[in-house]
Structures are given as structure tokens and as C-alpha cells.
């Protein structure tokens, strides 16, 4: 298995609140990847990255914002969590040479805001 | 957005039984990628094709990376317990960001009552 883990996994949190998940890699990849899960939409992709300080938006990306300062580290941030944001959110990670195209996934946090 | 159309949603399966699923879409792919998700947990990676006609094995599962470039197909031979969960293909449209992978629906494979 890919070393690739989130945090925290559950969270709960209320509108309004600011929120960060955690994608920690031990793979050394390039690449990195946050995608959310919802029913009837399968996986979206937020952001992504394709190195230290090189990120880029994704199909769904309003109201998230990400950072990355270390290889292993890929952050999503919700400023201002809304009810429309419960969701499952997946990390993946590619190194981008091998085929080029091939994402691993973390395990997931599920995320509720009341 | 670009869609892949994967079909079917659901399926039933009885131990044993032999079991097809695809992925179709309009555009080119230069990359189909299938993976299962069990409840609770993230996608799995099973195979990858990279050529068009390509067919690739792993185990009781075989996919093929349809000639047109346009679809994409999966089957399961002899199926077991375990191969319940969410099946999931994934493309890289030809001319698309680097890595960014459009995703198919899923398809779910249930053991019949």
C-alpha cells in the first residue's frame, strides 16, 4: 500500500467555521491530489499539486483553498465551512513517471458541517 | 465537464458467476485506470492500460482498452464474496492537465439474495 495517511479521518464541525485536512505522503511523489465523494457524483477533484508551492484548481475548487510547503504535505483548507462541504475527502498521490497516471488514495475523512 | 459514462450502476452477483462492466465516453483517453472501493475506505488501484487494444490481467480481473480509445472494459471471472464493492474506471482525456483523471460513476456489485 501507497504511505498515505489523512487527519483527522472524522470531523465534525459547525457553518462558519474554518477547517484544514491533512494529507501526509511517505512516497515522495510529485504529484498530490484532494477529491471529494458524494453520492450521485462519484470523485471531484479540488485541487491539486504539482510540486512545492505549485498548485492548481480543480473541477469543484470554490470555497477551498491549499497549500503545500513540504514534498510529503498537501493541505486543504475550508475557510468557512458550509453544509454544501459534508463530504468524504480523498487525498491521492502520482509520481507521474511510471505510466504517468497512476493515483493512490489515502483512506478518506469524512467531514459533516451542521 | 468531461463525463465517462460507467454501466452498469448495480449488479447482483452470485459466487461463481462471471461478471462485465465499461466505460464509455466521447472523448479520446490516453490512460484507463480501474479501481474497487470498499465501505469506509479509499480506491484501490487494480489495472492500468496505457494502449489502445491493450488487455491487461490481474488475477480474476481482466481489462481491455477498447480499440476507438473511447471506452473501457472490466471483467470478473468466477466471482467470490470479497469482489463486493464499488467498482470505479478513471480516464486521462487525451490533451488534458497533467495527472488529472476524470472519474466514472462507479458500479456496485452486490451479492444476490
Known amino acids: 500500500d501507497a504511505g498515505i495517511t489523512q487527519s483527522p479521518r472524522h470531523k465534525v464541525t459547525e457553518t462558519g467555521t474554518p477547517v484544514t485536512l491533512r494529507c501526509h505522503q511517505t512516497?515522495?511523489?510529485?504529484?498530490m491530489y484532494w477529491y471529494r465523494q458524494d453520492p450521485g457524483h462519484g470523485l471531484r477533484l479540488i485541487h491539486y499539486?504539482?510540486?512545492?508551492?505549485?498548485?492548481d484548481k480543480g473541477e469543484v475548487s470554490d470555497g477551498y483553498s491549499v497549500s503545500r510547503s513540504k514534498t510529503e504535505d498537501f493541505l486543504l483548507t475550508l475557510e468557512s465551512a458550509t453544509s454544501s462541504q459534508t463530504s468524504v475527502y480523498f487525498c491521492?498521490?502520482?509520481?507521474?513517471?511510471?505510466?504517468?497516471?497512476?493515483?493512490?488514495f489515502g483512506p478518506g475523512t469524512r467531514l459533516t458541517v451542521t | 465537464g468531461q463525463q465517462l459514462n460507467q454501466s452498469p450502476q448495480s449488479m447482483f452477483i452470485q459466487e461463481g458467476e462471471d461478471v462485465s462492466m465499461n466505460c464509455t465516453s466521447s472523448?479520446?483517453?490516453?490512460?484507463w485506470l480501474w479501481y474497487k472501493q470498499d465501505p469506509g475506505e479509499g480506491p484501490v488501484l487494480l489495472i492500468a492500460?496505457?494502449?489502445?487494444?491493450e488487455l491487461t490481467s490481474n488475477g480474476r480481473l481482466t481489462a481491455q482498452f477498447g480499440i476507438t480509445r473511447k471506452d473501457s472494459f472490466l471483467n470478473i471471472s468466477a466471482s467470490i464474496p470479497s469482489d463486493v464493492g464499488i467498482y470505479f474506471c478513471?480516464?486521462?482525456?487525451?490533451?488534458?492537465?497533467?495527472?488529472?483523471?476524470?472519474f466514472g460513476k462507479g458500479t456496485k456489485l452486490s451479492v444476490k439474495p
Open positions: 491521492a498521490i502520482s509520481d507521474g513517471f511510471s505510466g504517468g497516471y497512476e493515483q493512490y
Open positions: 512516497e515522495n511523489h510529485r504529484y
Open positions: 499539486s504539482y510540486g512545492v508551492k505549485d498548485t
Open positions: 472523448s479520446i483517453f490516453n490512460t
Open positions: 492500460l496505457y494502449k489502445a487494444g
Open positions: 478513471a480516464g486521462q482525456l487525451q490533451g488534458g492537465s497533467q495527472g488529472n483523471l476524470i
